[in-house]
Protein backbone atom coordinates (compact mmCIF):
# COMPACT_ATOMS: atom_id res chain seq x y z
CA UNK A 1 0.00 0.00 0.00
CA UNK A 2 0.95 3.50 -0.05
CA UNK A 3 2.62 5.06 2.19
CA UNK A 4 0.84 8.27 3.49
CA UNK A 5 3.11 10.66 6.15
CA UNK A 6 1.75 13.49 7.71
CA UNK A 7 3.85 15.87 8.36
CA UNK A 8 3.20 19.23 10.32
CA UNK A 9 4.43 22.29 8.47
CA UNK A 10 5.74 23.98 11.72
CA UNK A 11 8.59 21.38 11.60
CA UNK A 12 9.89 22.28 8.16
CA UNK A 13 12.19 24.97 10.02
CA UNK A 14 13.62 22.31 12.67
CA UNK A 15 17.17 21.15 13.78
CA UNK A 16 17.95 17.49 12.97
CA UNK A 17 16.40 15.09 15.03
CA UNK A 18 13.78 12.00 15.38
CA UNK A 19 10.47 11.94 14.70
CA UNK A 20 7.77 10.80 16.93
CA UNK A 21 4.41 10.58 16.29
CA UNK A 22 1.59 7.64 15.52
CA UNK A 23 1.43 4.80 12.79
CA UNK A 24 -1.50 3.78 12.23
CA UNK A 25 -0.67 0.34 10.31
CA UNK A 26 -4.73 -0.19 8.76
CA UNK A 27 -4.41 2.59 6.49
CA UNK A 28 -0.18 2.66 6.32
CA UNK A 29 -0.44 6.46 7.43
CA UNK A 30 2.34 7.89 9.91
CA UNK A 31 1.09 11.18 11.66
CA UNK A 32 3.77 12.81 12.81
CA UNK A 33 3.30 14.98 16.05
CA UNK A 34 6.52 16.29 16.80
CA UNK A 35 10.57 16.24 16.80
CA UNK A 36 12.70 15.49 19.15
CA UNK A 37 16.26 17.46 18.85
CA UNK A 38 19.43 16.03 20.39
CA UNK A 39 21.15 15.36 22.46
CA UNK A 40 18.95 12.77 23.82
CA UNK A 41 19.13 9.56 26.04
CA UNK A 42 17.09 6.98 24.31
CA UNK A 43 16.10 5.43 27.45
CA UNK A 44 14.69 8.81 28.55
CA UNK A 45 12.70 9.00 25.47
CA UNK A 46 11.16 5.72 25.65
CA UNK A 47 10.07 6.72 29.26
CA UNK A 48 8.30 9.90 28.04
CA UNK A 49 6.77 8.33 25.61
CA UNK A 50 5.26 5.46 27.91
CA UNK A 51 3.98 8.84 30.13
CA UNK A 52 2.40 10.16 27.32
CA UNK A 53 0.89 6.80 26.05
CA UNK A 54 -0.56 6.67 29.40
CA UNK A 55 -1.99 10.12 28.99
CA UNK A 56 -3.48 10.52 25.73
CA UNK A 57 -3.82 6.74 24.98
CA UNK A 58 -3.00 6.96 21.85
CA UNK A 59 -0.08 5.20 20.43
CA UNK A 60 2.95 7.68 20.33
CA UNK A 61 6.21 5.81 19.03
CA UNK A 62 9.13 7.09 17.42
CA UNK A 63 8.41 6.81 13.78
CA UNK A 64 12.02 7.92 11.97
CA UNK A 65 14.72 10.62 11.29
CA UNK A 66 14.42 13.98 10.02
CA UNK A 67 17.32 15.69 9.22
CA UNK A 68 17.86 19.52 8.27
CA UNK A 69 21.71 20.25 7.29
CA UNK A 70 22.36 23.89 6.62
CA UNK A 71 25.90 22.48 4.98
CA UNK A 72 26.48 19.59 2.56
CA UNK A 73 25.59 16.29 3.64
CA UNK A 74 26.62 15.14 6.17
CA UNK A 75 27.88 11.22 5.68
CA UNK A 76 28.28 10.70 9.83
CA UNK A 77 25.16 12.26 10.30
CA UNK A 78 23.21 9.94 7.51
CA UNK A 79 24.78 6.97 9.08
CA UNK A 80 23.76 7.86 12.42
CA UNK A 81 20.47 8.40 11.88
CA UNK A 82 20.16 4.91 10.04
CA UNK A 83 21.62 3.64 13.82
CA UNK A 84 19.36 4.96 15.26
CA UNK A 85 16.51 3.22 13.58
CA UNK A 86 17.67 0.02 15.15
CA UNK A 87 17.61 1.73 18.89
CA UNK A 88 14.07 2.75 18.08
CA UNK A 89 12.94 -0.62 16.50
CA UNK A 90 9.77 0.97 13.90
CA UNK A 91 8.81 -0.56 10.71
CA UNK A 92 9.26 1.10 8.30
CA UNK A 93 11.65 3.96 9.54
CA UNK A 94 11.15 6.97 7.67
CA UNK A 95 13.64 9.12 6.79
CA UNK A 96 12.75 12.77 5.72
CA UNK A 97 15.90 15.29 5.09
CA UNK A 98 16.03 18.69 3.68
CA UNK A 99 19.82 20.21 2.66
CA UNK A 100 20.63 23.63 2.79
CA UNK A 101 18.81 26.01 0.75
CA UNK A 102 17.00 23.43 -1.51
CA UNK A 103 13.03 23.34 -2.01
CA UNK A 104 12.92 20.09 -2.60
CA UNK A 105 12.96 17.35 0.62
CA UNK A 106 14.03 13.01 -0.06
CA UNK A 107 11.50 10.75 2.06
CA UNK A 108 12.99 7.35 2.06
CA UNK A 109 11.81 4.27 4.13
CA UNK A 110 13.99 1.50 5.91
CA UNK A 111 12.04 -1.91 5.79
CA UNK A 112 14.64 -4.69 7.57
CA UNK A 113 11.98 -7.49 8.00
CA UNK A 114 9.87 -6.67 5.05
CA UNK A 115 8.40 -9.44 2.76
CA UNK A 116 8.88 -8.01 -0.60
CA UNK A 117 11.39 -5.50 -1.32
CA UNK A 118 10.06 -3.12 -3.29
CA UNK A 119 10.24 0.45 -3.74
CA UNK A 120 7.39 2.00 -2.25
CA UNK A 121 5.38 4.97 -3.33
CA UNK A 122 5.50 7.59 -0.19
CA UNK A 123 2.83 10.65 -0.33
CA UNK A 124 4.04 13.38 1.97
CA UNK A 125 0.60 15.43 3.48
CA UNK A 126 1.93 18.95 5.16
CA UNK A 127 -0.78 19.81 7.97
CA UNK A 128 -1.49 22.95 9.55
CA UNK A 129 -0.86 21.16 12.96
CA UNK A 130 -2.88 23.94 15.40
CA UNK A 131 -5.67 23.92 12.80
CA UNK A 132 -6.00 20.29 12.57
CA UNK A 133 -6.05 20.06 16.84
CA UNK A 134 -8.48 22.69 17.17
CA UNK A 135 -10.86 21.57 14.53
CA UNK A 136 -13.89 19.17 14.97
CA UNK A 137 -14.92 16.72 12.15
CA UNK A 138 -18.12 15.87 12.57
CA UNK A 139 -19.39 12.31 12.24
CA UNK A 140 -21.88 10.89 9.46
CA UNK A 141 -25.40 11.57 10.31
CA UNK A 142 -26.42 7.91 10.60
CA UNK A 143 -23.35 5.95 12.32
CA UNK A 144 -24.77 2.60 13.04
CA UNK A 145 -22.93 0.06 14.82
CA UNK A 146 -21.65 -1.86 11.85
CA UNK A 147 -20.58 1.34 10.52
CA UNK A 148 -17.39 1.73 12.82
CA UNK A 149 -15.21 0.22 10.11
CA UNK A 150 -16.74 1.96 7.42
CA UNK A 151 -16.03 5.27 8.93
CA UNK A 152 -13.87 8.14 7.28
CA UNK A 153 -10.53 7.04 7.75
CA UNK A 154 -9.20 10.65 7.58
CA UNK A 155 -11.08 11.38 11.63
CA UNK A 156 -8.24 8.79 12.73
CA UNK A 157 -5.29 11.22 11.72
CA UNK A 158 -7.69 14.36 13.29
CA UNK A 159 -8.26 12.25 16.28
CA UNK A 160 -4.58 11.50 16.50
CA UNK A 161 -3.66 15.08 16.56
CA UNK A 162 -6.60 16.37 18.86
CA UNK A 163 -6.03 14.08 21.38
CA UNK A 164 -1.96 14.70 21.79
CA UNK A 165 -2.68 17.89 23.37
CA UNK A 166 -0.58 16.89 26.25
CA UNK A 167 2.50 16.25 23.93
CA UNK A 168 2.21 20.12 22.75
CA UNK A 169 3.01 21.52 26.56
CA UNK A 170 6.99 20.52 26.53
CA UNK A 171 8.66 22.99 24.34
CA UNK A 172 12.50 22.62 23.25
CA UNK A 173 13.04 26.03 25.44
CA UNK A 174 11.97 24.09 28.53
CA UNK A 175 14.41 22.80 30.70
CA UNK A 176 14.10 19.01 30.67
CA UNK A 177 15.62 16.01 28.78
CA UNK A 178 13.25 15.97 26.54
CA UNK A 179 13.28 19.26 23.78
CA UNK A 180 10.23 19.28 21.37
CA UNK A 181 9.31 21.02 18.18
CA UNK A 182 5.88 21.39 17.53
CA UNK A 183 3.46 24.16 16.61
CA UNK A 184 3.79 25.70 20.08
CA UNK A 185 7.89 26.50 19.29
CA UNK A 186 7.04 28.84 16.86
CA UNK A 187 5.52 31.21 19.23
CA UNK A 188 2.26 33.01 19.02
CA UNK A 189 2.31 36.53 18.18
CA UNK A 190 1.09 38.68 21.20
CA UNK A 191 0.53 41.97 21.42
CA UNK A 192 1.07 44.22 24.32
CA UNK A 193 -2.49 45.63 24.24
CA UNK A 194 -4.06 42.11 24.42
CA UNK A 195 -1.30 41.11 27.37
CA UNK A 196 -2.94 44.34 29.23
CA UNK A 197 -6.26 43.82 28.09
CA UNK A 198 -6.30 40.31 29.81
CA UNK A 199 -4.36 41.39 33.05
CA UNK A 200 -6.89 44.63 33.41
CA UNK A 201 -10.15 42.09 32.73
CA UNK A 202 -10.06 40.50 35.61
CA UNK A 203 -10.41 42.95 38.66
CA UNK A 204 -13.20 44.37 35.18
CA UNK A 205 -14.48 40.79 35.46
CA UNK A 206 -15.08 40.56 39.20
CA UNK A 207 -16.44 43.99 39.70
CA UNK A 208 -19.31 43.17 37.10
CA UNK A 209 -19.37 39.89 38.84
CA UNK A 210 -20.43 42.07 41.79
CA UNK A 211 -22.42 44.26 40.07
CA UNK A 212 -24.64 41.42 38.82
CA UNK A 213 -24.90 39.77 42.47
CA UNK A 214 -26.69 42.83 43.35
CA UNK A 215 -28.81 43.68 40.32
CA UNK A 216 -29.75 39.79 40.64
CA UNK A 217 -30.23 39.63 44.49
CA UNK A 218 -32.73 42.71 44.00
CA UNK A 219 -34.85 41.13 41.38
CA UNK A 220 -34.97 37.52 43.05
CA UNK A 221 -36.20 39.41 46.31
CA UNK A 222 -39.84 38.77 47.85
CA UNK A 223 -41.11 42.13 46.64
CA UNK A 224 -41.62 41.80 43.36
CA UNK A 225 -42.95 38.50 43.28
CA UNK A 226 -46.57 39.02 44.38
CA UNK A 227 -49.30 38.00 42.15
CA UNK A 228 -50.27 41.45 40.60
CA UNK A 229 -46.11 42.61 39.76
CA UNK A 230 -44.84 38.99 38.82
CA UNK A 231 -47.98 38.45 36.30
CA UNK A 232 -47.19 42.40 35.07
CA UNK A 233 -43.34 40.93 34.85
CA UNK A 234 -44.52 38.18 32.84
CA UNK A 235 -46.26 39.91 30.27
CA UNK A 236 -44.40 42.93 29.56
CA UNK A 237 -41.64 41.99 26.92
CA UNK A 238 -39.34 44.62 28.35
CA UNK A 239 -38.45 42.50 31.40
CA UNK A 240 -37.58 39.29 29.56
CA UNK A 241 -35.05 41.18 27.47
CA UNK A 242 -33.64 42.67 30.48
CA UNK A 243 -33.68 39.24 32.24
CA UNK A 244 -31.94 37.57 28.76
CA UNK A 245 -29.30 40.88 28.73
CA UNK A 246 -28.41 39.91 32.89
CA UNK A 247 -27.91 36.67 32.16
CA UNK A 248 -25.74 37.00 29.15
CA UNK A 249 -23.35 39.13 31.08
CA UNK A 250 -23.56 37.26 33.93
CA UNK A 251 -21.80 34.33 31.48
CA UNK A 252 -19.43 36.61 30.57
CA UNK A 253 -18.19 38.00 33.55
CA UNK A 254 -17.92 34.62 35.22
CA UNK A 255 -14.49 33.79 36.76
CA UNK A 256 -14.20 30.78 35.09
CA UNK A 257 -11.73 29.93 32.62
CA UNK A 258 -13.78 28.40 29.80
CA UNK A 259 -12.83 24.71 29.32
CA UNK A 260 -13.27 23.97 25.44
CA UNK A 261 -13.06 25.95 22.57
CA UNK A 262 -17.55 25.79 22.34
CA UNK A 263 -17.54 27.59 25.42
CA UNK A 264 -14.73 30.28 24.75
CA UNK A 265 -16.79 30.64 21.23
CA UNK A 266 -20.48 30.81 22.81
CA UNK A 267 -18.49 33.74 25.34
CA UNK A 268 -16.90 35.60 22.54
CA UNK A 269 -20.06 35.14 20.60
CA UNK A 270 -22.08 36.91 23.08
CA UNK A 271 -19.65 39.77 24.56
CA UNK A 272 -19.57 40.68 20.52
CA UNK A 273 -23.21 40.81 20.52
CA UNK A 274 -23.49 42.55 23.47
CA UNK A 275 -21.37 45.01 21.78
CA UNK A 276 -23.27 45.57 18.61
CA UNK A 277 -26.31 45.93 20.29
CA UNK A 278 -25.14 48.89 22.81
CA UNK A 279 -23.31 50.89 19.76
CA UNK A 280 -26.40 50.09 17.82
CA UNK A 281 -28.49 51.55 20.96
CA UNK A 282 -26.00 54.65 21.39
CA UNK A 283 -27.09 55.51 17.51
CA UNK A 284 -30.39 55.34 18.41
CA UNK A 285 -29.90 57.61 21.09
CA UNK A 286 -27.98 59.76 19.30
CA UNK A 287 -30.48 60.17 16.45
CA UNK A 288 -33.66 60.16 18.78
CA UNK A 289 -33.00 63.24 20.89
CA UNK A 290 -32.09 65.55 18.23
CA UNK A 291 -34.27 68.11 17.04
CA UNK A 292 -36.42 67.43 19.54
CA UNK A 293 -38.06 64.19 18.07
CA UNK A 294 -39.00 62.82 21.29
CA UNK A 295 -41.63 66.18 21.24
CA UNK A 296 -42.85 65.41 17.48
CA UNK A 297 -43.37 61.91 18.59
CA UNK A 298 -45.55 62.74 21.88
CA UNK A 299 -47.19 65.06 20.21
CA UNK A 300 -48.34 62.45 17.20
CA UNK A 301 -48.92 59.58 19.59
CA UNK A 302 -52.08 61.25 21.15
CA UNK A 303 -54.00 62.12 18.08
CA UNK A 304 -53.68 58.60 16.52
CA UNK A 305 -54.56 57.31 19.89
CA UNK A 306 -57.73 59.31 19.44
CA UNK A 307 -58.12 58.20 15.47
CA UNK A 308 -57.78 54.67 16.56
CA UNK A 309 -60.86 54.81 18.72
CA UNK A 310 -63.02 56.42 16.72
CA UNK A 311 -62.54 54.00 13.87
CA UNK A 312 -63.25 51.93 16.16
CA UNK A 313 -66.49 52.95 17.30
CA UNK A 314 -67.57 53.32 13.89
CA UNK A 315 -66.56 49.34 13.29
CA UNK A 316 -68.86 48.55 16.43
CA UNK A 317 -72.09 50.81 15.64
CA UNK A 318 -71.73 49.11 11.94
CA UNK A 319 -71.54 45.48 14.19
CA UNK A 320 -74.49 46.12 16.38
CA UNK A 321 -76.56 47.27 13.84
CA UNK A 322 -75.54 46.69 10.44
CA UNK A 323 -76.99 42.76 8.20
CA UNK A 324 -73.24 42.05 9.38
CA UNK A 325 -72.92 42.57 12.60
CA UNK A 326 -72.79 40.00 15.95
CA UNK A 327 -76.35 37.88 14.44
CA UNK A 328 -76.82 36.25 18.00
CA UNK A 329 -79.81 38.66 18.97
CA UNK A 330 -80.74 42.20 19.05
CA UNK A 331 -80.76 42.70 23.07
CA UNK A 332 -77.38 40.68 22.99
CA UNK A 333 -75.65 42.81 19.89
CA UNK A 334 -76.76 46.06 22.16
CA UNK A 335 -75.36 44.64 25.44
CA UNK A 336 -71.94 43.77 23.79
CA UNK A 337 -72.09 46.54 21.72
CA UNK A 338 -72.66 49.01 24.69
CA UNK A 339 -70.09 46.82 26.66
CA UNK A 340 -67.02 47.42 23.88
CA UNK A 341 -67.89 51.36 23.60
CA UNK A 342 -68.04 52.05 26.93
CA UNK A 343 -64.27 50.27 27.37
CA UNK A 344 -63.05 52.45 24.36
CA UNK A 345 -64.14 55.25 26.44
CA UNK A 346 -62.61 54.90 29.31
CA UNK A 347 -59.20 53.90 27.64
CA UNK A 348 -59.76 57.37 25.60
CA UNK A 349 -60.05 59.54 29.27
CA UNK A 350 -56.61 57.59 30.80
CA UNK A 351 -54.80 58.93 27.52
CA UNK A 352 -56.06 61.90 27.64
CA UNK A 353 -55.56 62.04 31.72
CA UNK A 354 -51.84 60.97 30.32
CA UNK A 355 -51.74 63.48 28.24
CA UNK A 356 -49.35 66.10 29.50
CA UNK A 357 -46.80 63.95 31.09
CA UNK A 358 -46.39 61.88 27.59
CA UNK A 359 -43.68 63.40 26.87
CA UNK A 360 -41.47 63.51 30.17
CA UNK A 361 -42.22 59.65 30.22
CA UNK A 362 -40.68 59.21 26.30
CA UNK A 363 -37.56 61.34 27.49
CA UNK A 364 -36.81 58.98 30.25
CA UNK A 365 -37.93 55.74 28.96
CA UNK A 366 -35.93 56.47 25.25
CA UNK A 367 -32.89 56.80 27.98
CA UNK A 368 -32.86 53.07 28.44
CA UNK A 369 -32.27 52.57 24.42
CA UNK A 370 -28.23 53.06 25.39
CA UNK A 371 -28.84 49.69 26.62
CA UNK A 372 -29.34 47.94 23.65
CA UNK A 373 -31.11 48.67 20.20
CA UNK A 374 -33.20 44.96 21.27
CA UNK A 375 -33.96 46.88 24.61
CA UNK A 376 -35.48 49.88 22.27
CA UNK A 377 -37.41 47.42 20.31
CA UNK A 378 -39.10 46.11 23.51
CA UNK A 379 -39.94 49.19 25.08
CA UNK A 380 -41.16 50.15 21.87
CA UNK A 381 -42.98 47.00 21.64
CA UNK A 382 -44.37 47.58 25.13
CA UNK A 383 -45.58 50.72 24.18
CA UNK A 384 -48.03 50.17 21.16
CA UNK A 385 -48.88 46.79 23.72
CA UNK A 386 -50.21 48.98 26.53
CA UNK A 387 -51.82 51.63 23.98
CA UNK A 388 -54.14 49.13 22.57
CA UNK A 389 -54.99 47.18 25.57
CA UNK A 390 -58.75 47.89 24.94
CA UNK A 391 -58.43 46.18 21.77
CA UNK A 392 -56.57 43.18 23.83
CA UNK A 393 -59.66 43.13 26.10
CA UNK A 394 -62.10 42.63 23.52
CA UNK A 395 -60.12 39.58 22.13
CA UNK A 396 -60.37 38.00 25.73
CA UNK A 397 -63.95 38.96 26.36
CA UNK A 398 -64.99 37.85 22.67
CA UNK A 399 -62.76 34.34 23.38
CA UNK A 400 -64.09 33.45 26.59
CA UNK A 401 -67.58 34.14 25.30
CA UNK A 402 -66.63 31.55 22.09
CA UNK A 403 -65.37 28.85 24.23
CA UNK A 404 -68.47 29.25 26.65
CA UNK A 405 -70.48 28.60 23.27
CA UNK A 406 -68.64 25.93 22.11
CA UNK A 407 -68.48 23.73 25.63
CA UNK A 408 -72.48 24.87 25.64
CA UNK A 409 -72.55 23.47 22.36
CA UNK A 410 -70.44 19.73 22.46
CA UNK A 411 -72.72 19.11 25.91
CA UNK A 412 -76.08 19.42 24.02
CA UNK A 413 -74.21 17.30 21.16
CA UNK A 414 -73.58 14.82 23.83
CA UNK A 415 -76.75 14.67 24.68
CA UNK A 416 -78.31 13.93 21.15
CA UNK A 417 -76.07 11.26 20.58
CA UNK A 418 -76.72 9.23 24.12
CA UNK A 419 -73.19 10.24 25.94
CA UNK A 420 -72.31 12.13 29.34
CA UNK A 421 -69.06 13.17 30.41
CA UNK A 422 -67.78 11.39 33.02
CA UNK A 423 -66.53 14.03 35.54
CA UNK A 424 -64.31 11.60 37.59
CA UNK A 425 -62.48 9.59 35.07
CA UNK A 426 -62.49 12.27 32.82
CA UNK A 427 -64.20 10.64 29.45
CA UNK A 428 -67.10 10.14 27.65
CA UNK A 429 -69.47 7.31 28.41
CA UNK A 430 -72.82 6.32 27.31
CA UNK A 431 -75.86 6.77 29.41
CA UNK A 432 -79.25 6.02 28.38
CA UNK A 433 -81.82 8.59 29.08
CA UNK A 434 -85.41 8.59 29.72
CA UNK A 435 -87.45 10.45 27.49
CA UNK A 436 -88.85 12.44 30.35
CA UNK A 437 -84.80 13.10 31.23
CA UNK A 438 -84.31 14.30 27.55
CA UNK B 1 -0.76 7.99 -7.66
CA UNK B 2 -1.72 11.18 -7.67
CA UNK B 3 -2.36 14.15 -10.33
CA UNK B 4 -3.78 17.88 -10.72
CA UNK B 5 -6.36 18.99 -13.75
CA UNK B 6 -6.82 22.12 -13.99
CA UNK B 7 -9.63 23.96 -16.36
CA UNK B 8 -9.51 27.94 -16.78
CA UNK B 9 -12.69 29.84 -17.56
CA UNK B 10 -12.90 33.00 -19.46
CA UNK B 11 -11.40 36.24 -18.60
CA UNK B 12 -13.54 39.04 -17.57
CA UNK B 13 -14.01 40.37 -21.22
CA UNK B 14 -13.10 44.58 -20.99
CA UNK B 15 -16.15 45.41 -23.47
CA UNK B 16 -18.96 43.51 -20.87
CA UNK B 17 -17.13 45.14 -18.12
CA UNK B 18 -17.35 48.94 -19.95
CA UNK B 19 -21.04 47.95 -21.12
CA UNK B 20 -22.27 47.35 -17.76
CA UNK B 21 -20.50 50.12 -16.40
CA UNK B 22 -22.11 52.52 -18.85
CA UNK B 23 -25.53 51.33 -18.75
CA UNK B 24 -25.14 51.80 -15.08
CA UNK B 25 -24.07 55.12 -15.38
CA UNK B 26 -26.33 56.10 -18.11
CA UNK B 27 -29.42 55.28 -16.24
CA UNK B 28 -27.97 57.57 -13.26
CA UNK B 29 -27.31 60.48 -15.47
CA UNK B 30 -30.98 60.09 -16.07
CA UNK B 31 -32.11 60.15 -13.06
CA UNK B 32 -29.62 62.85 -11.93
CA UNK B 33 -31.84 64.93 -15.27
CA UNK B 34 -34.85 64.16 -13.84
CA UNK B 35 -33.95 64.58 -10.16
CA UNK B 36 -31.23 67.18 -9.95
CA UNK B 37 -29.98 65.57 -7.44
CA UNK B 38 -26.00 64.98 -7.11
CA UNK B 39 -25.92 62.18 -5.01
CA UNK B 40 -27.61 59.54 -7.66
CA UNK B 41 -24.39 60.23 -9.36
CA UNK B 42 -22.12 59.33 -6.71
CA UNK B 43 -24.29 56.58 -5.78
CA UNK B 44 -23.87 55.29 -9.05
CA UNK B 45 -20.34 55.48 -8.59
CA UNK B 46 -20.07 53.42 -5.58
CA UNK B 47 -22.76 50.83 -6.86
CA UNK B 48 -20.36 50.35 -9.65
CA UNK B 49 -17.58 49.25 -7.57
CA UNK B 50 -19.28 47.43 -4.67
CA UNK B 51 -20.92 45.42 -7.56
CA UNK B 52 -17.32 44.88 -9.65
CA UNK B 53 -15.94 43.53 -6.24
CA UNK B 54 -18.99 41.59 -5.34
CA UNK B 55 -18.99 40.41 -8.78
CA UNK B 56 -14.98 38.80 -8.59
CA UNK B 57 -15.28 37.80 -5.37
CA UNK B 58 -18.36 35.64 -5.13
CA UNK B 59 -19.34 35.24 -8.71
CA UNK B 60 -16.61 35.11 -11.38
CA UNK B 61 -14.79 31.93 -11.17
CA UNK B 62 -11.16 32.05 -12.62
CA UNK B 63 -10.34 28.23 -12.43
CA UNK B 64 -11.30 25.06 -11.45
CA UNK B 65 -8.93 22.24 -10.74
CA UNK B 66 -9.08 18.74 -9.67
CA UNK B 67 -6.46 17.06 -7.27
CA UNK B 68 -6.64 13.05 -7.87
CA UNK B 69 -4.77 11.04 -5.21
CA UNK B 70 -4.98 7.74 -5.06
CA UNK B 71 -4.72 6.48 -1.82
CA UNK B 72 -6.07 9.93 0.18
CA UNK B 73 -8.82 10.94 -2.23
CA UNK B 74 -10.43 13.84 -4.50
CA UNK B 75 -10.05 17.61 -4.11
CA UNK B 76 -11.61 20.07 -6.13
CA UNK B 77 -10.73 23.74 -5.86
CA UNK B 78 -12.48 26.69 -7.32
CA UNK B 79 -10.83 29.81 -7.32
CA UNK B 80 -12.17 33.09 -7.78
CA UNK B 81 -11.42 36.41 -9.89
CA UNK B 82 -10.44 38.10 -6.34
CA UNK B 83 -8.13 35.07 -5.41
CA UNK B 84 -10.81 33.45 -2.71
CA UNK B 85 -10.24 30.07 -2.75
CA UNK B 86 -12.83 27.63 -1.99
CA UNK B 87 -12.00 23.64 -1.55
CA UNK B 88 -13.90 20.44 -1.35
CA UNK B 89 -12.46 17.54 -0.11
CA UNK B 90 -14.42 13.49 -1.24
CA UNK B 91 -12.73 10.92 0.61
CA UNK B 92 -11.70 7.76 -1.73
CA UNK B 93 -13.54 5.48 0.12
CA UNK B 94 -16.71 7.51 -0.83
CA UNK B 95 -15.76 7.70 -4.29
CA UNK B 96 -17.33 5.03 -6.84
CA UNK B 97 -16.42 6.22 -10.04
CA UNK B 98 -15.48 9.20 -12.20
CA UNK B 99 -17.71 9.44 -15.56
CA UNK B 100 -19.44 11.63 -18.22
CA UNK B 101 -23.03 12.36 -18.46
CA UNK B 102 -24.93 13.41 -20.36
CA UNK B 103 -28.15 16.00 -20.00
CA UNK B 104 -30.42 17.13 -21.99
CA UNK B 105 -30.61 21.00 -21.57
CA UNK B 106 -33.58 22.86 -23.67
CA UNK B 107 -32.75 22.37 -27.17
CA UNK B 108 -28.87 20.48 -27.18
CA UNK B 109 -27.26 17.45 -25.22
CA UNK B 110 -24.70 19.01 -22.91
CA UNK B 111 -21.69 16.74 -21.21
CA UNK B 112 -20.66 17.23 -17.81
CA UNK B 113 -18.10 14.88 -15.34
CA UNK B 114 -19.16 13.74 -12.40
CA UNK B 115 -18.13 12.11 -9.39
CA UNK B 116 -20.16 9.10 -8.47
CA UNK B 117 -20.36 8.49 -4.43
CA UNK B 118 -20.92 5.34 -3.19
CA UNK B 119 -24.03 4.14 -1.41
CA UNK B 120 -22.81 3.11 2.12
CA UNK B 121 -25.33 0.26 2.41
CA UNK B 122 -26.07 -1.06 -1.44
CA UNK B 123 -22.18 -1.54 -2.67
CA UNK B 124 -23.86 -1.65 -6.01
CA UNK B 125 -25.93 1.88 -5.61
CA UNK B 126 -24.98 5.42 -6.09
CA UNK B 127 -25.66 7.64 -3.41
CA UNK B 128 -24.65 10.87 -4.76
CA UNK B 129 -23.58 12.52 -8.15
CA UNK B 130 -20.90 15.37 -7.97
CA UNK B 131 -20.83 17.69 -10.57
CA UNK B 132 -17.63 19.08 -11.58
CA UNK B 133 -16.46 22.18 -13.49
CA UNK B 134 -19.87 23.46 -13.43
CA UNK B 135 -18.26 27.47 -14.14
CA UNK B 136 -15.73 26.80 -16.70
CA UNK B 137 -17.94 23.87 -18.73
CA UNK B 138 -15.32 22.38 -21.01
CA UNK B 139 -16.37 20.62 -23.77
CA UNK B 140 -16.43 17.21 -24.70
CA UNK B 141 -13.03 16.41 -25.71
CA UNK B 142 -11.39 18.59 -22.27
CA UNK B 143 -13.86 15.89 -20.65
CA UNK B 144 -12.18 13.13 -22.48
CA UNK B 145 -8.74 13.95 -21.52
CA UNK B 146 -9.72 14.47 -18.10
CA UNK B 147 -11.90 11.43 -17.79
CA UNK B 148 -8.96 9.64 -18.88
CA UNK B 149 -6.49 10.99 -16.70
CA UNK B 150 -9.29 10.08 -13.97
CA UNK B 151 -9.45 6.50 -14.81
CA UNK B 152 -5.89 5.55 -14.69
CA UNK B 153 -5.65 6.96 -10.89
CA UNK B 154 -8.57 5.57 -9.60
CA UNK B 155 -7.56 1.82 -11.28
CA UNK B 156 -4.67 1.62 -9.02
CA UNK B 157 -6.45 2.21 -5.83
CA UNK B 158 -7.81 -1.15 -6.14
CA UNK B 159 -4.60 -2.99 -7.26
CA UNK B 160 -1.72 -2.60 -4.83
CA UNK B 161 1.66 -0.38 -7.39
CA UNK B 162 3.47 -2.94 -8.76
CA UNK B 163 7.30 -2.22 -8.87
CA UNK B 164 8.67 0.47 -11.24
Known amino acids: MVLKVFFPSCCSSADSGILI ?25 KQYLGEVQRVTKVSVS ?18 FLEDLGTIFCHEPWIQISKEGDSKFWSCSTLQKHSKNPQEEEIILVYYDQRKVMLSHLHPPLDTAGQRAEDASKLSAIFDTVARSQVLFMT ?17 VEASIIVELLKQASVPACMLLTFLLSLVSGICRSRVLKFWPLSFLWSKLSTCEQLGHRLQHLQVISSNKKSQNQNQ ?22 SWLYRKNRIGHLADTLIPVADHVAEELQDLLQWLMGAPAGLKMNRALDQVLGRFFLYHIHLWISYIHLLSPFIEMILWYVGLSA ?62 SYDLDQV | SCRELAVRGPRLQLRSLSAATSAVWLAAYG ?20 GLIIYLHFVKIDQESLLVISSLGIQVTSSYASGKESTTFIEMGQVKDVVINEAIHMQKVIYYLCILLQDPEDPQGVSEVVPLFQSSKPRLDCLIEVYKSCQEILEQRKTPPQSS
Not at chain 1, 66 to 71: L, P, R, T, V
Open chain 1, 264 to 285: LMRKANIFVSLLIDMALGMLLM
Open chain 1, 21 to 45: GRWISKQSSAVILAVVHFPFIPVQV
Open chain 2, 31 to 50: LFAISENSMVLSAAIFITLI
Open chain 1, 171 to 187: DRYDEGPIKLTHWQSDG
Open chain 1, 62 to 79: VLGSWSNSKQEKEESLSE
Open chain 1, 370 to 431: CLGLTVALCVLSDIIALLTFHIYCFYVYGARLYCLKIYGLSSLWRLFRGKKWNVLRQRVDSC
